[in-house]
């Protein structure tokens, strides 16, 4: 398994900003499209921010204009940019591989609070 480790969560208030940071570092991930997933308590795990190994990028509609994926694959990270949050972007968030046929074994992920 690839561990994967995200970091940078916390409790903001409406309109503010958060970066995410997922680390693999037992193993590399750079041939692989990563991807941030959230999770909203009492809803389904959902795919919001792709970026591919060239450094293309798609978003969910909802986050649109406000999230940026990035990747750094020297040192095995991919970030999330979270800007102009808003309260319904309170999930916990985690990265994985984005492919249908596997996933790498999820991390703790980590939690995001929009709320006044």
């Known amino acids: 398994q690839v561990p994967l480790v995200e970091s940078g969560g916390g409790l903001v208030q409406p309109g503010g900003s958060l970066r995410l940071t997922c680390t693999a570092s037992?193993?590399?991930?750079?041939?692989?499209?990563m991807g941030w997933f959230r999770q909203a308590p009492g809803k389904q795990r959902e795919l919001v921010a792709v970026v591919s190994t060239g450094g293309s990028t798609n978003y969910v509609d909802s986050v649109k204009g406000r999230f940026t994926i990035s990747r750094d694959d020297a040192k095995n990270t991919v970030y999330l940019q979270m800007n102009s949050l808003k309260p319904e972007d309170t999930a916990v968030y985690y990265c994985?591989?984005?492919?249908?046929?596997?996933?790498?074994?999820w991390g703790q992920g980590t939690q995001v609070t929009v709320s006044s």
């Open positions: 037992g193993s590399m991930f750079r041939s692989y499209p």
């Open positions: 994985n591989r984005d492919s249908p046929y596997i996933k790498w074994v």
